[in-house]
Protein backbone atom coordinates (compact mmCIF):
# COMPACT_ATOMS: atom_id res chain seq x y z
CA UNK A 1 0.00 0.00 0.00
CA UNK A 2 2.75 2.50 1.09
CA UNK A 3 6.55 2.67 0.97
CA UNK A 4 7.92 5.17 3.43
CA UNK A 5 12.35 5.54 4.51
CA UNK A 6 12.74 5.17 8.04
CA UNK A 7 13.49 8.17 9.47
CA UNK A 8 17.34 7.50 10.34
CA UNK A 9 17.36 6.52 6.40
CA UNK A 10 18.84 2.99 7.00
CA UNK A 11 15.11 1.66 6.50
CA UNK A 12 12.25 1.39 4.89
CA UNK A 13 8.98 0.88 6.72
CA UNK A 14 6.09 -0.50 4.72
CA UNK A 15 2.09 -0.80 4.71
CA UNK A 16 0.85 -3.82 3.56
CA UNK A 17 -2.68 -5.68 3.25
CA UNK A 18 -3.12 -9.22 3.61
CA UNK A 19 -5.35 -10.05 0.31
CA UNK A 20 -6.32 -13.15 2.20
CA UNK A 21 -8.09 -11.12 4.77
CA UNK A 22 -7.80 -7.46 4.15
CA UNK A 23 -6.00 -7.02 7.39
CA UNK A 24 -3.42 -4.14 7.38
CA UNK A 25 -0.01 -4.11 8.99
CA UNK A 26 3.34 -2.66 8.75
CA UNK A 27 6.62 -4.14 8.30
CA UNK A 28 10.09 -2.52 8.96
CA UNK A 29 12.92 -3.71 6.37
CA UNK A 30 16.84 -2.98 6.96
CA UNK A 31 19.49 -3.96 4.90
CA UNK A 32 21.76 -6.36 6.29
CA UNK A 33 25.12 -5.05 6.70
CA UNK A 34 28.39 -6.90 6.21
CA UNK A 35 30.27 -7.50 8.56
CA UNK A 36 34.25 -6.81 8.09
CA UNK A 37 37.09 -8.30 9.56
CA UNK A 38 40.40 -7.00 10.58
CA UNK A 39 43.01 -8.51 9.89
CA UNK A 40 45.79 -7.28 12.68
CA UNK A 41 49.65 -7.29 12.48
CA UNK A 42 49.77 -10.18 15.14
CA UNK A 43 47.15 -11.99 13.31
CA UNK A 44 44.11 -11.50 15.37
CA UNK A 45 40.97 -10.41 14.14
CA UNK A 46 38.45 -8.01 15.34
CA UNK A 47 35.45 -6.47 13.97
CA UNK A 48 35.85 -3.16 11.57
CA UNK A 49 35.17 -0.29 13.84
CA UNK A 50 34.33 3.06 12.81
CA UNK A 51 34.94 4.74 15.97
CA UNK A 52 38.72 3.16 16.21
CA UNK A 53 39.41 4.89 12.83
CA UNK A 54 37.52 8.03 14.40
CA UNK A 55 39.74 8.22 17.50
CA UNK A 56 42.80 7.94 15.64
CA UNK A 57 42.05 10.70 13.56
CA UNK A 58 41.06 12.66 16.40
CA UNK A 59 43.99 12.08 18.07
CA UNK A 60 46.47 13.06 15.49
CA UNK A 61 44.51 16.06 14.47
CA UNK A 62 44.27 17.09 18.44
CA UNK A 63 44.97 20.78 18.90
CA UNK A 64 45.22 20.95 14.94
CA UNK A 65 42.65 23.57 12.69
CA UNK A 66 40.90 20.70 11.42
CA UNK A 67 36.94 20.74 12.11
CA UNK A 68 35.58 17.53 13.64
CA UNK A 69 32.83 17.27 10.70
CA UNK A 70 35.92 16.85 8.74
CA UNK A 71 37.01 13.75 10.97
CA UNK A 72 33.73 12.74 10.78
CA UNK A 73 33.11 12.74 6.91
CA UNK A 74 36.71 11.20 6.53
CA UNK A 75 36.01 8.83 8.79
CA UNK A 76 32.51 7.67 6.94
CA UNK A 77 34.44 7.59 3.98
CA UNK A 78 37.12 5.24 4.97
CA UNK A 79 33.94 3.04 6.12
CA UNK A 80 31.85 3.36 2.80
CA UNK A 81 35.66 2.18 1.07
CA UNK A 82 35.73 -0.62 3.43
CA UNK A 83 32.09 -2.07 3.68
CA UNK A 84 32.16 -1.92 -0.35
CA UNK A 85 35.29 -3.49 -1.27
CA UNK A 86 33.25 -6.73 -1.35
CA UNK A 87 35.66 -8.24 0.78
CA UNK A 88 35.03 -9.57 4.41
CA UNK A 89 38.69 -9.07 5.36
CA UNK A 90 40.59 -6.48 5.51
CA UNK A 91 44.59 -6.20 6.88
CA UNK A 92 44.93 -3.59 9.55
CA UNK A 93 47.78 -1.50 7.21
CA UNK A 94 45.23 -1.16 4.53
CA UNK A 95 43.23 0.90 6.72
CA UNK A 96 46.34 3.13 7.93
CA UNK A 97 47.03 3.51 4.68
CA UNK A 98 44.13 5.10 4.08
CA UNK A 99 43.86 7.21 6.91
CA UNK A 100 47.41 7.96 6.78
CA UNK A 101 46.52 9.16 2.97
CA UNK A 102 43.38 11.59 3.93
CA UNK A 103 46.02 13.35 6.88
CA UNK A 104 48.74 14.03 4.77
CA UNK A 105 45.85 16.13 2.13
CA UNK A 106 44.39 17.39 5.52
CA UNK A 107 47.00 18.65 7.84
CA UNK A 108 51.07 17.91 7.60
CA UNK A 109 51.44 17.99 11.49
CA UNK A 110 48.72 15.42 12.02
CA UNK A 111 50.26 13.40 8.90
CA UNK A 112 53.34 13.46 11.05
CA UNK A 113 52.06 12.41 14.20
CA UNK A 114 50.11 9.41 12.75
CA UNK A 115 52.89 8.22 10.67
CA UNK A 116 55.22 8.36 13.35
CA UNK A 117 53.12 5.74 15.62
CA UNK A 118 51.59 4.00 12.42
CA UNK A 119 54.57 3.57 10.92
CA UNK A 120 56.47 2.44 14.25
CA UNK A 121 59.08 5.25 14.32
CA UNK A 122 61.61 4.15 16.80
CA UNK A 123 64.08 7.35 16.47
CA UNK A 124 64.30 10.32 16.06
CA UNK A 125 66.63 9.96 11.95
CA UNK A 126 63.43 8.33 10.88
CA UNK A 127 61.09 10.54 11.92
CA UNK A 128 63.25 13.41 9.84
CA UNK A 129 63.44 11.71 7.13
CA UNK A 130 59.49 11.15 7.15
CA UNK A 131 59.14 14.95 7.25
CA UNK A 132 61.71 15.58 4.65
CA UNK A 133 59.62 13.08 2.10
CA UNK A 134 56.53 14.79 2.99
CA UNK A 135 58.27 18.58 2.41
CA UNK A 136 59.26 16.83 -0.92
CA UNK A 137 56.17 15.30 -2.00
CA UNK A 138 54.39 19.11 -1.12
CA UNK A 139 57.05 21.22 -3.47
CA UNK A 140 56.56 18.48 -6.18
CA UNK A 141 52.39 18.76 -5.48
CA UNK A 142 53.12 22.81 -5.51
CA UNK A 143 55.66 22.70 -8.56
CA UNK A 144 52.81 20.53 -10.61
CA UNK A 145 50.01 22.73 -9.74
CA UNK A 146 52.02 25.58 -11.42
CA UNK A 147 52.89 24.24 -14.43
CA UNK A 148 51.07 24.64 -17.13
CA UNK A 149 49.14 21.87 -19.04
CA UNK A 150 49.68 21.47 -22.69
CA UNK A 151 48.01 18.23 -23.22
CA UNK A 152 44.49 17.37 -21.54
CA UNK A 153 44.00 15.02 -18.95
CA UNK A 154 41.30 13.30 -20.37
CA UNK A 155 42.03 12.49 -23.61
CA UNK A 156 39.27 13.20 -26.69
CA UNK A 157 37.69 9.91 -27.90
CA UNK A 158 37.13 10.15 -31.75
CA UNK A 159 34.16 8.13 -33.21
CA UNK A 160 35.21 4.70 -34.81
CA UNK A 161 33.90 3.70 -38.29
Known sequence: ?????????NGIRRRR???AC??????????ERMLVSVVKRDGRREPFDRN???????RACEGRPVPRETLDRVAEEIEQEVLHSGSSTIASREIGDRVIERLRKLDDVAYVRFASVYR???DVD???????????RKQHEAELASQILLI???????EQN
Not at 22 to 31: G, K, N, Q, V, Y
Not at 52 to 58: F, H, I, N, S
Open 22 to 31: SRRFTTFERA
Open 126 to 136: RLVEEIQALKA
Open 152 to 158: PLTPHRT
Open 52 to 58: KVLTGLR
Open 120 to 122: RMG
Open 17 to 19: ECE
Open 1 to 9: MDSRSIEDG
